[in-house]
């Protein structure tokens, strides 16, 4: 099972890079099954590269600190 507040530590790492963008992310789950739904704020959420953020930064930094975690889904 993930913790939530190892999750938001490592968010937490990666929030200063895309604020500086414009951009932000909220956590709104941690599923039982090793799930991450978070929400992509300000400049990411219309952002084209989303995509690439989402999976290729926000879900390899959680993917690294935290084994457990098998996938980000934006909501």
């Known amino acids: 099972m993930l ?15 895309l604020q500086r963008d414009g951009g932000n992310v909220e956590l709104v789950d941690v599923t039982d099954d090793g799930i991450v739904k978070v929400k992509l704020l300000g400049a990411c959420g219309s952002c ?10 926000i879900e390899a930094k959680l993917k690294e ?11």
């Not at 600190?65 to 909501?75: C, F, H, R, T, Y």
Request: glycine share 6%; charged share 30%; proline share 8%.
């Open 3 to 17: 913790d939530r507040e190892k999750v938001e530590n490592s968010l937490n790492q990666i929030r200063p890079a």
């Open 65 to 75: 600190d935290i084994p457990a975690v098998k996938s980000v889904e934006a909501v």
């Open 48 to 57: 084209p590269m989303s995509l690439m953020t989402l999976k290729g930064g």
